[in-house]
Each structure stands twice: as structure tokens, then as C-alpha cells.
């Protein structure tokens, strides 16, 4: 059983649905969620679900600190899932080719510090893009860089809002995320 860890910064919809689809699989398992945000809904969505949460600082994690606690689980896929910090090089370099993260546009496009939730959303309908989509991807030492997994896109109209862009987002990444990681473990990337 292959061993999954989980960082997220807000609400946990995707970590969630992660945890949820992997109890009914024999490839692979959630055993941490990892949080820089305290007060992050994810917490309580893991507590509920039985998966343990580790709590972390920004400087926890660029101390070197958060990799000694990552060690412990031995992950074979660390998955970013609406996780905000800069993910460390340490952590990279610890585990080459097995952390990945989704990004709620077609990258290259819309990537970059700051560039997440309804900020890319916006951009894209600023834009006037005539589809979006997600985008997951490796991560490595630079925002939205890593080479790409997978795309999914979806059509946008003139009268589509930040706000139902990211209605269409969301059903992207709750439908093809767990089965993109899925698909990671059974081919051992």
C-alpha cells in the first residue's frame, strides 16, 4: 500500500475527496495531512476522517523542520492540494519526482506567486479565455514549473464569472485528481 501525504493551506475540498476516494482503494492510502494555516478547514475535514494533522510554520518548514517530520511517514507521493507556500527545496530533493501539486489553470498559463483561488479565476475571465482547465504537474524549485502530468480543460462562454469559473474548476479537480494520483501510484511514476 503505497503511502500518500497530503498539504493544503484552506478549506481541504480536494484533500477530502482524496482521502475519501483512496478508502475504497488497495494502491494507496492518505496517512498525514500537513498544514501551514491552523485555522484551515482541512484539519477538521482530516479529524473527521481519521487522518492524522501535523501543523507546521513557515519557518517549521523552510528550517528543515517539516522534512524530519515527513521522513517519519515515508511517503511514496507527497500531493499538494490547495497548499500556498513555496514548497522547499529540501523536501524537492528528498523526494525527487514524487511531489505533486494541482494548478486550477492550463499551465503554462495563469502561473506564478500569486497566482491561485479566485485570483487566477479572475485573470482568465479579464482575459476573455475562451477555455481553462487544470493542470497537475511537478513540483520543483520554481511556482507552476514542474513538468506537466496532466490537462483537463473546459469551455468558457462571454457570460461566465470569476465565481462560476471556479464552480467548473472545482469539478475538474474533485473528478480527475484522485484518479491522476491513482494512476501515479500504479505506475510508480
Do not use: C, W
Request: proline content about 4%.
Amino acid at each position: 500500500m503505497k503511502r500518500i501525504l497530503i498539504f493544503a493551506s484552506g478549506s481541504g475540498s480536494n484533500a477530502e475527496n482524496i482521502i475519501k476516494y483512496f478508502e475504497s482503494r488497495s494502491v494507496g492510502t492518505v496517512v498525514a495531512v500537513f498544514s501551514n494555516n491552523s485555522n484551515a478547514g482541512v484539519l477538521g475535514k482530516a479529524k473527521k476522517l481519521d487522518v492524522p494533522a501535523v501543523i507546521f510554520s513557515k519557518d517549521d518548514l523552510n528550517s528543515g523542520k517539516v522534512l524530519q517530520i515527513v521522513n517519519k511517514f515515508q511517503p511514496d507521493l507527497i500531493v499538494l492540494a490547495g497548499f500556498l507556500l513555496k514548497f522547499p527545496d529540501d523536501l524537492i530533493g528528498a523526494y525527487p519526482n514524487a511531489v505533486i501539486n494541482i494548478h486550477p489553470a492550463l499551465l503554462p498559463k495563469f502561473g506564478g506567486k500569486g497566482m491561485y483561488g479566485i485570483n487566477i479565476h479572475k485573470a482568465v475571465v479579464e482575459n476573455k479565455e475562451k477555455e481553462t482547465g487544470i493542470t497537475i504537474h511537478y513540483v520543483n524549485e520554481n511556482y507552476d514549473e514542474g513538468n506537466i502530468i496532466f490537462q483537463q480543460n473546459v469551455s468558457l462562454s462571454e457570460s461566465d464569472t470569476p465565481e462560476s469559473v471556479a464552480v467548473k474548476i472545482h469539478e475538474l479537480e474533485q473528478k480527475h485528481f484522485p484518479e491522476v494520483i491513482e494512476k501515479l501510484l500504479i505506475s510508480n511514476f
